[in-house]
């Protein structure tokens, strides 16, 4: 796999992954939802922090200003050094596996920082009313954006057993993360290095990637 395909592919994932934030910032009101099945909904919500909503002024004892910041600063050396990481295994001819997965979780980690990095001055604020694409009153600053998130899988929602100990009546819902299309190339090019780690990471030539100058050398 070549550097042009990669690309390609990321910014493919780019423009699925804002043209769906974009979509639900300016069609729906925070917290707004639509059933699409009864396992699947669209929710809209947004993340000011990590994974899961987390922020570092949870942990540290910071303001949420400045925790805000320092993730979204965070995010951007992430950003750099998955990119020198995708560019290095493209250099290196590494297994096409290891190519699609870094492709995955760079695209993914491009499509949230864009949230942080500029969704604050180019948006209102979607309180109590859709949000406008390049309002004349931002919600926020620079480097100060909300994450769109609006994927929601409720597959299972239910009461426990009265009879289990701690979590008798209490409601259970499985999987309740609301997340979006960035996070979902992130986890799929995790999930394919964790489950194909040999074939993304073996010392053998990915003989099928006809791309491969090896390949193409045997076959001369």
Known sequence: MNIKKSILFIVLILVIDQWSKIYIKTHFVLGESVEVFSWFKILFIENEGAAWGAKLSDILPISDEIGKLVLTIFRLFAIFGIGYWLFDVIRKKASTTLIWAVSL????????????????????????????????????????????DMLYFPMVDTTWPNWVPGFGGKNFRFFEPVFNIADTAISTGVGILLVFNKKAFGKDLDKKDPDNEDYSALNV
């Not at 309180?127 to 406008?132: F, G, I, L, S």
């Open 105 to 148: 979780i760079f695209a993914g980690a491009l499509g949230n920082i864009l949230d942080s990095v500029f969704y604050g001055i180019i948006f209102n604020d979607s309180y109590n009313e859709v949000a406008t694409l390049f309002s004349n009153e931002p919600y926020g600053k620079l480097f100060y954006g909300k994450v769109v």
